[in-house]
């Protein structure tokens, strides 16, 4: 089942657009899709909620950006932007986002053999 963000429990929705603000602002037409999954995202979840998961589908990235000892110290890379932005966002909604970016051309499905 499929739900807009703005239905998520109060703190885990204004978090997830926050970071989807953050998402579209770095990312720009390198982000494909996100989607946001786990128990925060049940009206019902657990007494006890956990992170809020998050899977960014991104089209591209530089080298440098998968490397984490090239880009840590950068504070003009991508990754130490949304690093900051999730950070800031996490301690300012009190919710622990949890986010994996994922390269578009590194999920997709195989082509489908053909069984004679």
């Known amino acids: 089942m499929t739900i807009p963000i703005d ?3 109060g703190p885990a929705a204004r978090a997830a657009q926050d970071l989807l603000g953050e998402l579209q602002a770095v990312l720009n037409k390198d982000l494909l899709a996100v989607w946001i999954h786990g128990a925060r995202t049940f009206p ?9 998961d998050i899977s960014v589908i991104v089209a ?6 998968r490397r984490y000892s090239q880009w840590r110290d950068d504070p003009t890379s991508r990754p130490r932007r949304l690093t900051r932005a999730r950070d800031a966002i996490s301690a300012r909604h009190n919710v622990e986002l949890s986010p994996s970016y994922l390269l578009a051309h590194e999920i997709v499905a195989p082509a489908r053999r053909r069984w004679s």
């Open 7 to 9: 239905e998520l429990p």
């Open 60 to 65: 591209h990235v530089a080298r440098g950006e």
């Open 44 to 52: 019902d979840g657990p007494k006890a909620l956990g992170d809020l």
